[in-house]
């Protein structure tokens, strides 16, 4: 890899996350009255909406403290961390379960409360990554008791405190999903790195999440990780959820499958993950106008999501981010090739130069929706700028390597 390039592309990344995306949420979304984060911001920034996103209470705060761990402590990154966090202590955890809220008003009022425990995954990674960036035990001390509260449930979701009919009756039609061991293996990943103090508990949920997204998500037929299978991992093939691919999930959890295998030494896995990436990607890439695909049925029928052809925000950064590491982890010139492919895609299509950010949502042939949105309750602060570190990091290495 030459040189030239390394530091071209490294100062694309970095000015990308410390000009424009990090400055475009600080100067539109805290909330400077109740503390916080707004989301639902319009391509020019401004506010079209004051309901709080939880998930990017925590996504946020996460960021401004992974910040500070990476390119070192700037106030404005603190404030706007603890910020976060504190808006979640003091507003987004229900006293009578301490499961936390999904959405609440802009002065920490609540509105909606989902049976999926996202909302406090992403709590533990803000407050571990805020322990370890400005030594803080008390934040340190909560992302490892909900750490445990989340694999007590994962364990036995009876467990539950909050007691709601689930999505589908198992008596049914038992399933697992993808989402929840994918997720909560980043988090064992991101709380080895922060509380060494229980590394060896966070290290054997990881090797336990990753047993089960193998054994019951991963297809060896497809070389797929299916959204949706049967109890015992089988293939659904008489209903669209079962059949489902989900190419940008899919390449997140390859990335995270190779983050386990570099640190337990386990090439096999590494293998799998780089399989698992290498057909995510070739199924998911829209050949004729580029992008990757939301959705994409397994056996070629119409998807049910009404969303399966748009290209949104979040899987670019993940074939970002998965081409390049992959490309790191084995030297093959084919993943540089991807992410030059995306990359080009990406910075020209998501890209606003001219009010900063990417844009959400695209149509297949990349135009924008109309009116553009710069965030929403499911878009703000995180993907973007934790691909924007990610690549920016890797290429740093990379620059090492070849010195």
């Not at 103090?197 to 060896?220: C, F, G, P, Q, V």
């Not at 337990?264 to 106008?289: P, V």
């Amino acid at each position: 890899m030459q040189k030239e390039w390394i530091d071209t592309i490294q100062k694309k990344y970095a000015d990308a996350l410390l000009t424009d995306c990090i400055p475009f949420w600080l100067k539109n979304g805290m909330d400077s009255v109740h503390n916080g984060i707004f989301t639902c911001l319009d391509r020019k920034g401004t506010l079209y909406g004051t309901d709080k996103s939880v998930w990017f209470q925590g996504r946020s705060a996460w960021i401004f403290a992974h910040l500070c761990n990476q390119y070192g402590i700037q106030p404005e990154w603190k404030d706007a961390a603890y910020s976060c966090l504190d808006f979640i202590v003091h507003h987004c955890i229900d006293p009578k379960d301490k499961r936390m809220y999904f959405t609440v008003t802009a002065d920490g009022k609540p509105l909606r409360k989902r049976r999926y425990y996202f909302s406090e995954t992403f709590y533990i990674i803000a407050a571990a990554e805020a322990g370890k960036a400005f030594g803080d035990q008390r934040m340190l001390d909560q992302a490892y008791t909900y750490f445990q509260f989340l694999m007590d449930i994962y364990h036995d979701p009876a467990k539950d405190p909050y007691k709601i009919t689930p999505k589908y009756y198992q008596e049914t039609r038992p399933t697992k999903s993808l989402a929840f061991p994918m997720i909560m293996l980043n988090v064992t990943h991101i709380l080895q790195e922060c509380d060494p103090d229980h590394i060896d508990l966070y290290a054997a949920a990881a090797k336990e999440l990753t047993a089960d997204i193998m054994r019951y998500s991963y297809n060896s037929e497809y070389k797929v990780l299916f959204e949706t299978t049967g109890k015992d991992g089988e293939f659904l093939p008489s209903i669209p959820a079962g059949r489902t691919v989900n190419p940008g999930h899919s390449m997140e959890a390859a990335w995270f499958l190779l983050r386990q295998a570099q640190m337990t030494q386990d090439a096999d896995l590494a293998k799998k993950a780089e399989l698992i990436f290498n057909t995510s990607l070739e199924l998911g890439w829209d050949k004729e106008f580029g992008g990757v695909y939301s959705f994409i049925d397994i056996l070629g029928f119409p998807p049910e999501q009404l969303e399966h052809d748009m290209k949104l925000w979040w899987p670019v950064t993940e074939a970002l981010i998965a081409s390049l590491l992959f490309y790191e982890q084995t030297g093959n010139e084919l993943y540089l090739d991807w992410f030059k492919k995306v990359d080009q895609y990406a910075f020209s299509r998501f890209a606003d130069p001219e009010f900063g950010e990417w844009y959400g949502y695209l149509h297949r042939d990349g135009t924008p929706t109309l009116p553009p949105c710069k965030g929403n309750l499911f878009k703000g602060p995180f993907h973007i700028p934790r691909m924007l570190i990610t690549v920016e990091r890797c290429l740093d290495r990379l620059a090492l390597r070849d010195s």
